[in-house]
């Protein structure tokens, strides 16, 4: 599918060694924890939330010292980041009021869907903690990295220097994070999509865009 | 029946206008491409595009992105035949035959059944949009708040079931999407909800921002992570499109039969093209007097998924044009390119908007037939495109993406939340998560609220009324019957095995 990526030597599928895993996630989990409780205790209102964190918390030491095996790493991590997401959704919408009457209040809703992913998320970590799971794909750190700074780059170029500027330079970022990566061709073709964006969205599509810098 | 005609003339009409025959045009163009074109799905498309459809007229905007996505079922099956790269995911069960039966020299046959089968399915379905929007609408009109929430329930549990992966991750992930949806200003009182004081969040997740970081972004980083494949493209000489009596004769039943399959998935919720292909291959195998011809050049096993995908791609707006509920993402989809040009999907389209509703029934007819005239000669053309490599389509897709984010609302905020989504897409699927489930209940999360406010207003805070009105009733009774039925060990082990197969 994709020429110019480099094949993993490894295979994709092999994960961590089981011990240095549970070690890592546990201690992400204990830290997401801990964050998610200073936060709770800074907001007013989220007396919930707070225990949802410090549970959160104790259940990544348990893990990081080995207390609690972790079968199926997948389910287990994913359905741990449910429950931090609630636990954000419902400290977050804390100070939202509520029902009255028989009237939904703007934090209801918020509130009544955050408990409910709350439970799902712990379902299926507890699923990871009895099941066993495939392990979870090992991350390539430059392709995706290289993408998410040539993202990034773009936000923060086309403002001050333009849409042009900014497009060739995004495109030139992201192709490194292709192996088979050769400079003169991808400048062509960073100067080709340049040129065929500047006819599309400028001269067809019309939209007011700032094209070059502009010197104040 | 007159009136189906005078309205079908009507929407005859609109799409021969000349401006509406471009757009049609260009969709099924960049339909074909993308189905070509493995690495880029159509929902990325269609979310990459969506910006872009802000400056046209809503009727050819919506012309033109529904003439992708049937374009997509067309030109996936090219690349399955010729070179066993499915540029589609419906198109990965026609590699099985149609490959086998370029092997065996008989290219030409099974490219032309394939865009034959296609070519049917695309007019039966077109005929039963149409015939059933009016019915349809006109029971949505008697559903009220109470009824469109249980609906809302039914149309998501059904997204869930049918999804691959595990059933408590997907509803998981639909909850999510909903959660995400009320970010921002309350319908009612105008409060900021979980907008953490970012100016740029008091107007919510756009979701453009959503789709194109999970299907867009999240696509390109996830193929950078693949081992590098070698696409050798097989030396096809194309001689002799036409497919001979025998072969007409083999696949007419197929042919009917998958367009019948094709259409019916595709109006379930959930459905699509997808299951409808993947459907369509394994019934035929089961009533074939001789199975083992399946997986060696069997043209019926090209005929019927392919017709089938095409049936379920045009069916799956059903739903979405008479209820206003996206069947599947790519619904959702649509849904945000009506929002966007200010048209509230649902029933009203119809008679507030006729002239939009037929006419972009109308242009699918005429799309069905542009297809077909695009992919028969010109497959050379298609094939030789699949000579260039990712390491370039990739960067152009990308940038591609930032400049049509950006272009929305010249917000360079924007451009980072699809980021931030691109790599949350990318977690996701290290996590077995289905991206497809959150969009739809991104999609639907401020109907639901709104519906559910409303209902529980009206009935004075009495949360039985679901249960009390007959029509919500039944809808929810069979919304939570799938669920458990799903939840069976014994139907949960079926269900494995078929999206393994």
Known sequence: MSEGVSPSPGGARRGFPVHTHNLIGGLIVAALGLGFLGYAFYMPNAVIPRFMAAATLLIGIAVAAGLLPVRGPRDFYGGIALVVLSTLALTASAELPGQRGFAFGPGTAPRLFSFILAALGAAVAVGGVFAEGPEIEKYKVRGPALVVVSIISFAALVRPVGVIIATFLTFMISILGSTEMRWIESMIAAAAMTAFCWLLFVVLLNLPFQLWPRFY | ?501
């Open chain 2, 1 to 501: 029946m007159t009136e189906l005609l005078s309205n079908l003339w009507m929407g005859f009409h609109v799409a021969a206008n000349p401006y509406n025959i471009l757009f049609c045009l260009l969709g099924a163009l960049v339909g074909t491409l993308v189905g070509v074109l493995p690495g880029i799905g159509t929902v990325a498309t269609i979310a990459m595009l969506l910006p872009i459809t802000f400056g046209l007229p809503p009727v050819g905007a919506l012309i033109m992105l529904a003439g992708i996505y049937y374009g997509a079922q067309y030109g996936g099956s090219t690349t399955s035949i010729l070179v066993n790269i499915p540029g589609e995911a419906t198109s990965v069960i026609t590699c099985l035959d149609g490959h086998q039966m370029a092997r065996q020299g008989r290219a030409g046959p099974a490219l032309s059944i394939s865009a034959i089968g296609s070519f049917f399915a695309g007019c039966v379905a077109t005929v039963l949009v149409a015939a059933l929007g009016a019915p349809l609408t006109s029971i949505a009109l008697l559903f009220g708040p109470a009824e469109y929430f249980s609906l809302m329930c039914l149309g998501l549990i059904f997204a869930v079931v049918l999804a691959k992966g595990s059933v408590l991750k997907a509803v998981a992930m639909v909850i999510t999407g909903l959660l995400l949806s009320m970010v921002g200003s309350d319908l009612e009182t105008g409060a900021g909800r979980m907008t953490f004081d970012v100016a740029e969040l008091a107007d919510g997740i756009g979701f453009a921002n959503v789709a194109m970081g999970l299907f867009g972004f999240a696509e390109i980083i996830r193929n950078l992570e693949l081992p590098a494949e070698s696409r050798d493209i097989v030396k096809a000489k194309i001689t002799g499109l036409m497919p001979t009596r025998q072969d007409l004769i083999d696949s007419a039943g197929a042919i009917v039969r998958g367009t019948a399959l094709g259409s019916l998935v595709g109006i379930l919720p959930g459905g699509g093209a997808v299951i409808a292909s993947f459907a369509a291959y394994t019934f035929e195998k089961k009533i074939a007097k001789d199975p083992s011809r399946f997986g060696n050049g069997a043209i019926e096993g090209v005929a019927a998924p392919e017709s089938a995908n095409n049936a379920a791609a045009q069916t799956s707006f059903i739903p979405l044009l008479t209820l206003g509920i996206p069947p599947n993402a790519v619904m959702a989809l649509m849904v945000g390119a009506m929002t966007i040009h200010g048209i509230v999907p649902g029933p009203q389209v119809m008679t507030k908007q006729p002239e939009l509703f037929w006419g972009m029934i109308a242009s699918m007819w005429i799309g069905n037939l542009m297809l077909i005239v695009i992919n028969l000669p010109l497959v050379g053309v298609w094939v030789s495109l699949l000579r260039v490599p990712y390491r370039l389509l990739y960067p152009s897709i990308l940038v591609f993406c930032c400049i049509g984010i950006y272009s929305i609302n010249n917000s360079p905020t924007d451009v980072v939340i699809a980021a931030i989504f691109g790599v949350i897409g990318f977690w996701l699927v290290k996590h077995d998560f289905e991206p497809a489930p959150l969009t739809l209940g991104f999609v639907l999360g401020p109907l639901m609220e709104e519906n559910l406010r409303r209902a529980m207003l009206i009935a004075r805070g009495d949360v039985t009324v679901f249960f009390t009105r007959p029509i919500s009733s039944v809808l929810l009774c069979t919304a939570i019957l799938l669920l458990i039925l799903a939840g069976l060990p014994k139907i949960r082990r079926r269900r494995d095995e078929v999206f393994v197969e």
